[in-house]
């Protein structure tokens, strides 16, 4: 080889070998990673949508589809069957992990329920909690979150835990219709939904239920055992773009109203009398509350649901969470 090709082919090692090295990094298909939501229409539960569409995800190496799944019942049965690696979904759904569910909480993300709220009709003469007894509240699904509050208010009030009748309709719209269409007298769902009835004079606010559970896990980040097994650093990627979402959705008010505005396709303006009721549940880090883990466990002992109180590794794992080591809970 003479000297002049000697020199180009250095000079063409030097332009290409960095790049060969970079290739992996920069050519590497993101791995996908496929979520199921409990609740499509709820502010709290856009998390995996802002993740989405703000990049956070991508930048940890993953491909992240959210589906809409509609009640916590639809969510655990997508993880059982593989079809979803993650799921968002309530607090008191960590009780189908101790029935045998394939699943386990890998983080907490919201706390005191103040996006769930008692709706009646605009001229329902329910005026108060105490004229509750006996009446009719549509819930998503049966073992769902909004079937726990609708007990936990039953029992506030002194009627036991089957004091006010439920009936399962499935989540949002098919709430709002079953209250419009007078099938029941009112539902335990999103507050969003009620804000959105008040503005059309069809319905209103009767409470918010972070009165009845003041310390509580409302939502929980559900992985799959076999995925929290086979693939942590999957778990651990995950769970890093979930909470950037979360905190940049509580240090960005404005960017945050007006994604979630088109999210929800709702108007900015409500959507920021939501992001101000409701953006203090979200939790930062992922963190199971001692307290609010408590209150799950007695829960599940008084309302039936398990025969005693779980243990904290039979319900979550905080193996997974930045920063965070060993049990929270009690």
């Not at 009646?120 to 726990?148: M, N, Q, R, Y």
């Amino acid at each position: 080889m003479s000297l002049c090709n000697a020199a180009r082919m250095a000079w063409l090692a030097a332009l290409v070998l960095p790049a060969l090295l970079n290739w992996p990094a920069t050519a590497r298909a993101a791995d996908v990673v496929h979520v199921g939501n409990s609740a499509a229409t709820s502010f709290t539960f856009l998390v995996g949508d802002v993740g989405v569409a703000k990049g956070m995800f991508a930048k940890q190496g993953l491909d992240v589809s959210v589906s809409a799944l509609g009640g916590d019942a639809k969510v655990q049965q997508a993880l059982a069957s593989g079809s979803i690696g993650f799921g968002l979904g309530s607090g008191p759904a960590m009780a189908f992990s101790v029935k045998g569910a394939p699943v386990i909480a890998v983080a907490a993300f919201a706390g005191a329920p103040r996006s769930i709220s008692v709706v009646v009709p605009a001229d329902s003469a329910i005026k108060s909690p105490s004229d509750l007894k006996g009446k009719l509240l549509a819930i998503s699904t049966p073992g769902s979150l909004t079937e726990w509050l609708t007990k936990r208010l039953s029992n506030h009030e002194g009627w036991g835990p089957d004091g006010v009748k439920t009936v399962a309709v499935g989540a949002g719209s098919a709430m709002v219709s079953a209250l419009l269409s007078k099938q029941v007298d009112g539902f335990m769902g999103s507050t969003e939904a009620g804000l959105g009835l008040e503005a059309r004079h069809a319905g209103r606010i009767l409470v918010g239920m972070e009165k009845f559970a003041p310390d509580f896990i409302d939502h929980v980040v559900f992985a799959r055992k076999e995925v929290v097994q086979d693939h942590p650093d999957e778990v651990r990627q995950f769970l890093a773009g979930f909470f950037d979402a979360i905190n940049f959705m509580i240090h960005n008010r404005k960017e945050t109203i007006e994604l979630a505005s088109k999210l929800l396709k709702e108007e900015p303006e409500r959507m920021a009398r939501v992001y101000d009721l409701e953006i203090s549940m979200l939790l930062p880090d992922g963190r199971f509350d001692p307290k609010a883990v408590g209150v799950l466990k007695d829960s599940f002992v008084d309302l039936g649901i398990l025969p005693e109180r779980p243990k904290d590794d039979q319900l979550f794992t905080t193996a997974f969470l930045p920063n965070v080591h060993g049990s929270e809970g009690n």
